[in-house]
């Protein structure tokens, strides 16, 4: 890295924090609050810039809570290392470590794609249902697309597509922009379903979202979007959709069925029993996590050793859930995210009475927020609690101004650098940045026309109303 790159990398983060903090204090915002929205914004230029890497920013962040007394003690800097929904992706990210490491995914994979036989689009329908599906099984996106990505290059290579034909692209890029809105209707789906159930819980003093609230709430606006956006992409690349004459049917192989496999389907569905019945025995969908992870790692009936669980476990994952719960809690407590929400409130004091409009706008606020923080950790940490405040002071419910900002901040790729899990895949397929970006433009006007016209009536008609 060149000197000028350093410069730039370190200094504008620290410009935009001695901006803040150096700044005169506006009216309404407490000394406490400005220290603490200091620490979130030098974070977010941190994770936005990838000066250093995530997970040292997050712990960066916890430690200038503690010293510049954005919060009030230690407890408050480590709150989100003491919040259950820290600890139950530990245990769905070793869940499907466990599933991964079985080979019980890619059998999965192998036995979807086999179903295609000759057909370009029976096989990518079935891709994209494979993104729904395979998440009960395998929760993260990530660790999906690793699998399904090499299982598709050699299909792409039986059939003779080469890189660039809009067939290859059409699903590399579909796998790289739409796999994720898969895991994003589950709460056991990744980073996006913990951090956003556990900030709506908290700020909206609710009980927290169990697996079937989640989903009830979370799979219809979620597999709209992925219809829709694979429909696009389709439309985009159809030229591609015919294969070359001498193309071949493809036959994946897969080898006798395994113990370890056997043994992780069963921990998958007893899971998945656990967190369908939680309306029944009333565990915290932490609790089911646990259980799995603690079964796969015990000697004899399990699927990983401990030392496999430290070397392949994403700790990474840990600390910025952690501590992105951390600083958004500090926003909250020392009235940051209140004088925030009122500093958009009085913006938009227009357009009160009219909360169609209210919502719309906020929607393209945090569409405008995405753009430059690309950390999805980071982006709900900041815009949850700014949209539920924004929104119960101008007579709106904040748990759907919540839940919108989620569905519009996670629906959308606009660059490929922005898209950790999936940046290995846009650079295998030599995706251009400028088709990422137009596809993060179709896929915004997408999730806001799907919000707008499906999912708010459905909201309301399972009592979620958009006005208290």
Same mark, same amino acid.
């Given at each position: 890295?060149?000197?000028?790159?350093? =410069?730039?990398?370190?200094?504008?983060?620290?410009?935009?924090?001695?901006?803040?903090?150096?700044?005169?204090?506006?009216?309404?915002?407490?000394?406490?609050?400005?220290?603490?929205?200091?620490?979130?914004?030098?974070?977010?230029?941190?994770?936005?810039?990838?000066?250093?890497?995530?997970?040292?920013?997050?712990?960066?962040?916890?430690?200038?809570?503690?010293?510049?007394?954005?919060?009030?003690?230690?407890?408050?800097?480590?709150?989100?290392?003491?919040?259950?929904?820290?600890?139950?992706? @530990?245990?769905?990210?070793?869940?499907?470590?466990?599933?991964?490491?079985?080979?019980?995914?890619?059998?999965?994979?192998?036995?979807?794609?086999?179903?295609?036989?000759?057909?370009?689009?029976?096989?990518? @329908?079935?891709?994209?249902?494979?993104?729904?599906?395979?998440?009960?099984?395998?929760?993260?996106?990530?660790?999906?697309?690793?699998?399904?990505?090499?299982?598709?290059?050699?299909?792409?290579?039986?059939?003779?597509?080469?890189?660039?034909?809009?067939?290859?692209?059409?699903?590399?890029?579909?796998?790289?922009?739409?796999?994720?809105?898969?895991?994003?209707?589950?709460?056991?789906?990744?980073?996006?379903?913990?951090?956003?159930?556990?900030?709506?819980?908290?700020?909206?003093?609710?009980?927290?979202?169990?697996?079937?609230?989640?989903?009830?709430?979370?799979?219809?606006?979620?597999?709209?979007?992925?219809?829709?956006?694979?429909?696009? @992409?389709?439309?985009?690349?159809?030229?591609?959709?015919?294969?070359?004459?001498?193309?071949?049917?493809?036959?994946?192989?897969?080898?006798?069925?395994?113990?370890?496999?056997?043994? =992780?389907?069963?921990?998958?569905?007893?899971?998945?029993?656990?967190?369908?019945?939680?309306?029944?025995?009333?565990?915290?969908?932490?609790?089911?996590?646990?259980?799995?992870?603690?079964?796969?790692?015990?000697?004899?009936?399990?699927?990983?050793?401990?030392?496999?669980?430290?070397?392949?476990?994403?700790?990474?994952?840990?600390?910025?859930? =952690?501590?992105?719960?951390?600083?958004?809690?500090?926003?909250?407590?020392?009235?940051?995210?209140?004088?925030?929400?009122?500093?958009?409130?009085?913006?938009?004091?227009?357009?009160?009475?009219?909360?169609?409009?209210?919502?719309?706008?906020?929607?393209?606020?945090?569409?405008?927020?995405?753009?430059?923080?690309?950390?999805?950790?980071?982006?709900?940490?900041?815009?949850?609690?700014?949209?539920?405040?924004?929104?119960?002071?101008?007579?709106?419910?904040?748990?759907?101004?919540?839940?919108? @900002?989620?569905?519009?901040?996670?629906?959308?790729?606009?660059?490929?650098?922005?898209?950790?899990?999936?940046?290995?895949?846009?650079?295998?397929?030599?995706?251009?940045?400028?088709?990422?970006?137009?596809?993060?433009?179709?896929?915004? =006007?997408?999730?806001?026309?799907?919000?707008?016209?499906?999912?708010?009536?459905?909201?309301?008609?399972?009592?979620?109303?958009?006005?208290?």
């Amino acid at each position: 890295m060149n000197p000028k790159d350093v =410069a730039l990398r370190f200094g504008l983060p620290v410009s935009v924090f001695l901006a803040v903090i150096l700044a005169p204090n506006p009216d309404g915002l407490t000394d406490q609050g400005q220290r603490a929205l200091a620490v979130m914004a030098f974070a977010v230029v941190l994770w936005a810039m990838e000066s250093l890497h995530i997970a040292v920013t997050a712990v960066l962040g916890i430690v200038m809570l503690v010293l510049l007394d954005g919060v009030d003690d230690i407890n408050g800097a480590l709150y989100g290392f003491s919040q259950p929904v820290t600890y139950f992706l @530990v245990g769905i990210l070793t869940l499907g470590l466990g599933v991964h490491q079985s080979g019980l995914a890619e059998r999965l994979a192998v036995h979807i794609i086999r179903f295609a036989g000759g057909s370009p689009k029976i096989l990518y @329908v079935q891709m994209l249902a494979t993104f729904a599906g395979l998440t009960f099984a395998l929760p993260s996106a990530s660790t999906r697309g690793a699998i399904m990505v090499h299982i598709y290059e050699e299909v792409m290579e039986r059939w003779g597509v080469e890189k660039a034909s809009p067939l290859n692209k059409a699903v590399m890029i579909a796998m790289g922009g739409l796999n994720r809105l898969g895991s994003t209707a589950l709460l056991a789906g990744g980073i996006t379903p913990v951090v956003a159930s556990a900030l709506i819980s908290d700020f909206g003093m609710i009980d927290d979202f169990s697996w079937t609230k989640w989903f009830i709430l979370m799979a219809v606006p979620f597999y709209l979007i992925l219809i829709f956006g694979g429909l696009w @992409v389709y439309l985009a690349y159809r030229s591609g959709f015919t294969l070359p004459d001498k193309a071949e049917a493809v036959e994946l192989k897969t080898g006798p069925i395994q113990s370890r496999e056997i043994r =992780a389907g069963l921990i998958a569905v007893g899971t998945a029993l656990l967190w369908f019945t939680d309306f029944a025995h009333g565990l915290h969908p932490a609790v089911p996590a646990l259980i799995a992870m603690t079964v796969i790692l015990m000697p004899g009936i399990g699927i990983l050793t401990w030392r496999e669980f430290e070397s392949n476990m994403s700790w990474t994952n840990f600390f910025v859930i =952690a501590s992105s719960l951390s600083m958004a809690n500090a926003l909250i407590v020392s009235g940051a995210a209140e004088w925030f929400a009122e500093t958009l409130v009085g913006s938009v004091q227009g357009l009160r009475g009219h909360s169609t409009l209210v919502l719309l706008a906020m929607c393209f606020a945090a569409s405008a927020v995405r753009i430059i923080m690309p950390n999805i950790s980071g982006y709900l940490a900041f815009i949850i609690p700014v949209a539920m405040t924004t929104g119960a002071a101008l007579g709106l419910n904040p748990v759907v101004c919540g839940l919108a @900002v989620t569905v519009v901040g996670d629906s959308v790729v606009y660059y490929p650098a922005s898209a950790t899990g999936s940046v290995f895949i846009y650079q295998r397929a030599e995706i251009r940045a400028s088709e990422v970006v137009r596809m993060g433009i179709a896929m915004t =006007a997408i999730a806001i026309a799907v919000l707008f016209i499906i999912v708010l009536p459905y909201w309301n008609l399972i009592g979620e109303n958009l006005t208290l």
